[in-house]
């Protein structure tokens, strides 16, 4: 049984992409569309969470996506609690569970959780009472759910439809949650073309059995591109066996003017954040015409909104 | 059991008659998703309102959010002119609770403060459970609680009510 889904096919948790429906990712991206006027209006809010108390519990540090998801609540009226837990009972050695039911104790509704662990927020949401709901903020290398929708949600609104799209994915998508949850959307939201570009230490082994196709050179890869998405190359990668160094990396596989000219002339280029200019990506590209790393962080706030609406309501299971 | 209901596009001309001298070039109709955006519409055009019609939809302010979840299909709203200070009429098909004006009329504060709302039914079908009753009404019925009024609109644009 899906752990994320009621027994009448509802949303109940939201802990990776993998598995849900297309007609419920649509859906999210659907009310995610209804909420992007709430942050114009003269009262940036709805008063849908309130009364609700929503626990931000970030295990691994993070800026953009604890703050969208912050904002995102308030947003809907929700009390928010963020709790930087690499810093707090964790260190004092408190078994995660136990830090769950206290804060449980405190009437928690929702949990956002991230964690390095991948599969955490699985644990925690098998864990919890009926009425509490367990959003994946990001685990290991395994999942990060919202940011895939809000990935999804930019292309819709740049590229209308998923039906005739050719999407590269760039980079280390061995070491990337962000890669895994994009491919099971794109996927499921019928894209006929998905890409991933890479050099072969940095994509994982059988990456094709998740229906993309894999090139190791940038040219033939972004080819005929709708949409490129660069990943971060986190540092600590060029530390182990996996790269020569930073300037290598950025010759063969950093997103130049040039390598973007290879792509479709009205082709977007995305990135989940935080960058790295010059490794991955040219900041004549990261700053240019053709960029749209900054909606996708505006639209980051109403898709989180549209998965905790969509949590929140309604009869427990 | 079955009753025959009157065609609405009478009712919508007789509501226009009565709305007409309380307009000014200022008022903003806006119509209450989905029934009350069609009315607002025909009523705009029978007033030739200079404003651009406003649409609600009230999803995130109701008040049975925590019992039922968040409707499916939620459209944005729409309001294409300042609320702030704007005299406001609100469209709706059917009024029964009063719930949906109550939690419209909460979003309409959350667009700014207007000078003032009023409110236009095309049916009244009692019922109410709020201190709130329509200013400009089509058709004003007692329905059995257990018997909805729907309205619904074809094809060809052409709106009937059905009492089920």
């Known amino acids: ?317 | 059991m079955h009753a025959s209901l009157p065609d609405v596009d009478p009712l919508i001309a007789q509501m226009a008659q009565a709305i007409a001298p309380t307009l000014t070039p200022d008022t903003a109709l806006v119509g209450i998703h989905t029934g009350g955006v069609w009315i607002a519409e025909r009523l705009h055009a029978l007033l030739k309102s200079p404003q651009p019609v406003g649409t609600l939809d009230i999803s995130f302010y109701r008040d049975d959010f925590s019992r039922i979840g968040l409707h499916p299909q939620v459209k944005p709203s729409n309001l294409p002119f300042d609320v702030e200070g704007r005299d406001i009429l609100l469209i709706d098909d059917v009024l029964h609770s009063g719930r949906t004006v109550r939690a419209a009329m909460n979003e309409l504060f959350d667009y700014g403060r207007p000078a003032s709302i009023r409110l236009a039914v095309l049916v009244d079908r009692g019922g109410h459970e709020l201190p709130i009753r329509p200013d400009f009404v089509g058709l004003t019925l007692t329905v059995q609680p257990h018997q909805n009024i729907n309205l619904s609109r074809l094809d060809d644009g052409h709106l009937t009510l059905s009492l089920a």
Do not use: W
């Open chain 1, 1 to 317: 049984m899906n752990v994320q889904l009621t027994p009448d096919g509802r949303l109940r948790h939201l802990l990776t992409l993998d598995g849900l429906p297309r007609a419920i990712l649509t859906q999210i991206l659907d009310t995610a569309e209804s909420f992007m006027d709430v942050g114009e209006r003269e009262v940036k809010k709805v008063p849908l969470l309130r009364g609700k108390s929503i626990f931000n519990l970030f295990f691994e540090p993070s800026t953009r996506t604890r703050t969208t998801f912050e904002i995102a609540a308030k947003r809907l009226s929700a009390d928010v609690v963020n709790l930087n837990i690499a810093t707090s009972s964790q260190t004092k050695g408190e078994a995660i569970l136990d830090t769950v039911d206290n804060l449980a104790a405190m009437h928690a509704d929702m949990f956002i959780v991230r964690h390095a662990q991948s599969g955490a927020a699985h644990f925690i949401a098998r864990h919890v009472a009926p009425h509490i709901s367990v959003i994946n903020a990001g685990d290991g290398r395994h999942a990060h759910p919202t940011q895939g929708l809000l990935d999804m949600f930019t292309i819709r609104r740049f590229k209308g439809a998923f039906h005739n799209l050719t999407v590269a994915i760039v980079g280390d998508v061995l070491h990337s949650r962000v890669a895994r949850s994009q491919i099971h959307a794109l996927t499921t939201l019928g894209v006929p073309e998905v890409r991933v570009i890479g050099p072969k230490t940095l994509l994982p082994t059988g990456v094709e059995q998740m229906g993309v196709k894999v090139f190791h050179d940038m040219e033939a890869g972004l080819s005929g591109c709708d949409v490129v998405i660069m990943l971060r190359l986190q540092n600590e990668r060029m530390k182990g066996a996996l790269l020569p160094s930073a300037q290598e990396y950025f010759k063969f596989f950093g997103l130049t003017p040039e390598k973007l000219a290879l792509a479709k002339p009205d082709a977007i280029v995305m990135h989940p954040g935080p960058m790295n200019r010059g490794v991955e990506i040219d900041s004549e590209v990261a700053d240019g015409p053709q960029s749209v790393i900054l909606p996708q962080v505006t639209y980051g706030i109403a898709v989180r909104m549209a998965v905790m609406a969509m949590l929140a309501g309604g009869p427990t299971a």
